[in-house]
């Protein structure tokens, strides 16, 4: 590690980042006055060339919770109808996609990542052992609600604690492990058996000035720490957990149930990322 690098291991590292994720949690759910609204809102769309041609609602927000969970019109984006493909849970940027290597490492940015840490349980990570693993990226300016890859069942939902170091470039790169230190939720949907995807499982990987993260079918203003088994029926597509704040959806898919569609670059929820090469 250089010595710039460890500089800015060091700033992460002491910085006070649950206390801070706190205050910018009640700062976001906070009601504001419209004039204040308006002013931020215009800001931060100027700040990061944000369009809302493609949003329901384009101004009135209550608050900055609710603007940076907007919602999109119905159809602006189009869901592959192919039961067998695997579209991408979100707006943003695949930063990673190829093989869970064995002993279920999976790599992202030159770090061996652990996926019985990243999903919270390792008989559950066995079964992506030689599988696939998608890291997708939401900027500050992206959509910020995660959607079903495919259809199906969600099994279980696991909640576990964490930091909250940046997820960008710079924690990406200075802060060993980043993904498995932050708090993280992980989503198991059960698929179909005629789809031939078998059981994918979506981490929602929180961020600095995350607040907080809420899931379909676990009625709370956070997902509370543990393990939850909401059984709830989902079509490919459907909403299934929103980031109040940040951050980075990782996405498992069990081994030689698929064939990559696309490499690393822009994506947008219901885009294609995988399709199965088998059936059952």
Known sequence: MSALSSVIAELLRVWPKTPINRVMG???DHRWNPVVGRAVVDLY?????ISFEECIKREGWSSFDEFFTRTLRPGVRPIDPDPKVVVSPADGRVDAIGRVEPGRRFLVKGQAYSVDELVGDSEEAARYEGGGGCVVYLSPRDYHRVHAPAGGVIRHVRSMPGEYYPVNEVGVTYVP?????NRRVSI???????????CITVVMVAALVVGRITVAGIDAHDVPLGLHKPGLPIARGDEIGIFHLGSTAVLFLEPSAFAFLRGEGPV??????????RTE
Not at 45 to 49: D, F, K, P, V
Not at 177 to 181: A, G
Not at 188 to 198: F, Q, R, S, V
Not at 268 to 277: H, N
């Open 26 to 28: 009640k700062l976001a």
């Open 45 to 49: 769309t100027r700040a990061y060339g």
């Open 177 to 181: 492990k980043l993904f498995v230190r």
């Open 188 to 198: 198991a949907i059960d698929t179909p058996p005629e789809t031939g995807l078998g």
């Open 268 to 277: 947008l929820y219901g885009q294609s990322l995988a399709r199965a090469s």
